[in-house]
């Protein structure tokens, strides 16, 4: 089992940057797959992003690629996402999740969130 914590997340204006952090606990983080995912206000969790357990492989939504990039530190057991270029459209809270790099449906641990809000 692993517990996750988001930090990070804030207020930034439109072409900022932003970069969010997700500490795990636990000694089996770096068998996880780990990913972001985000929900704004009246809308479905989005995938933004995710990375296989040695960071190999990546999968980035549409809306996002070129703009953020997901890594993951094994050795401190935390996953970042650095986001360039936010869009107004990017407001939402994110949430950092383990279980799997590109399906929402596989994500079994998740954090309690953290805001980012992004004014034009």
């Known amino acids: 089992q692993v517990q996750l914590v988001e930090s990070g997340g804030g207020l930034v204006q439109a072409g900022g940057s932003l970069r969010l952090s997700c500490a795990a606990s636990?000694?089996?983080?770096?068998?996880?797959?780990m990913a972001w995912v985000r929900q704004a206000a009246g809308r479905e969790r989005e995938f933004v992003t995710g990375?296989?357990?040695?960071?190999?492989?990546?999968y980035y939504a549409d809306s996002v690629k070129g703009r953020f990039t997901i890594t993951r530190d094994n050795d401190k057991n935390t996953v970042y996402l650095q986001m360039n270029s936010l869009k107004p459209e990017d407001t939402a809270v994110y949430y950092c999740?383990?279980?799997?790099?590109?399906?929402?449906?596989?994500?079994?641990?998740w954090g309690q969130g953290t805001q980012v809000t992004v004014s034009s």
């Open positions: 990375t296989s357990w040695n960071g190999a492989l990546t």
């Open positions: 999740a383990a279980g799997s790099y590109r399906s929402i449906e596989n994500l079994n641990y």
């Open positions: 636990g000694r089996t983080f770096s068998t996880y797959a």
